[in-house]
């Protein structure tokens, strides 16, 4: 019944600029009840968590490979989160999944099937 739904991925140059957006619907409580993250597995190596936000929006962290290029944010109202990447690189290449934690009980931990990130000339 839990779903999140990852879309915007894509084939894009270096440099490039996409949008992944993260659609949750099913929640037995409301979405500001989640802290929210993206994380992704690039071909041959382990998942990564690239970005966090907690449930009110309040505070957001980055991986450092990200930081200062990706920006997460949600809209709690919408039942949804984004993570918008710019000036985006080759190893920025990989399958991104949106998480969701809840705060509070019944407590849960669910993912998205993912997105695929395509970042070349």
């Known amino acids: 019944q839990v779903q999140l739904v990852e879309s915007g991925g894509g084939l894009v140059q270096p440099g490039g600029s996409l949008r992944l957006s993260c659609a949750a619907s099913?929640?037995?409580?409301?979405?500001?009840?989640?802290?929210m993250s993206w994380y992704r597995q690039a071909p041959k190596k382990e998942r990564e968590r690239v970005a966090d936000i907690s449930s009110a929006g309040t505070y957001t962290n980055y991986a450092d490979s990200v930081k200062g290029r990706f920006t997460i944010s949600r809209d709690n109202a919408k039942n949804s989160v984004y993570l918008q990447m710019n000036n985006l690189k080759p190893e920025d290449t990989a399958v991104y999944y949106c998480?969701?934690?809840?705060?509070?009980?019944?407590?849960?931990?669910?993912w998205g099937q993912g997105t695929q990130v395509t970042v070349s000339s």
């Open positions: 099913g929640f037995t409580l409301s979405l500001n009840n989640y802290a």
């Open positions: 998480n969701a934690r809840s705060s509070a009980p019944p407590w849960g931990n669910y």
